[in-house]
Nanobody, 127 residues
Framework: QVQLVESGGGLVVAGGSLGLSCAAF????????MGWFRQAPGLERDFVAA????????VYAKSVKGRFTISRDNTRNTVYLQMTSLKPDDTAVYYC????????????????????WGQGTQVTVSS
């Protein structure tokens, strides 16, 4: 199973930008569709964005579409989440997730579809 390690979280003022990275270890990264989820205190883990194995297809939650961008670099075994125009409502622990997929175009979005999870990184947006 692939192991995932997130980095890049922190504190940012509303309206600012922040980039997250997720490095994968242990298995063939290029066989996994990748996603980002987030969880605020007392709330469920919500889908944020995902990218297909090929990198050619992406899906976003409505709340972040147009502000966040997911991308992957299969040569570095890393997936990224670039976040702009951040709002206090974006405050959460952000988790990276991996879904083994033989369909290079499929983009998963449900937590149950993902096989592996990172430990999470805190993002705090102050008003």
């Amino acid at each position: 199973q692939v192991q995932l390690v997130e980095s890049g979280g922190g504190l940012v003022v509303a309206g600012g930008s922040l980039g997250l990275s997720c490095a994968a270890f242990g298995r063939t990264f290029k066989n996994y569709a990748m996603g980002w989820f987030r969880q605020a205190p007392g709330l469920e883990r919500d889908f944020v964005a995902a990218v297909s194995v090929s990198g050619g297809r992406t899906v976003y939650a409505k709340s972040v579409k147009g502000r966040f961008t997911i991308s992957r670099d299969n040569t570095r075994n890393t997936v990224y989440l670039q976040m702009t125009s951040l709002k206090p409502d974006d405050t959460a622990v952000y988790y990276c997730a991996a879904d083994y997929s033989e369909n290079v175009f499929y983009v998963p979005s449900k937590p149950t579809e993902f096989d592996a999870w990172g430990q999470g990184t805190q993002v705090t947006v102050s008003s």
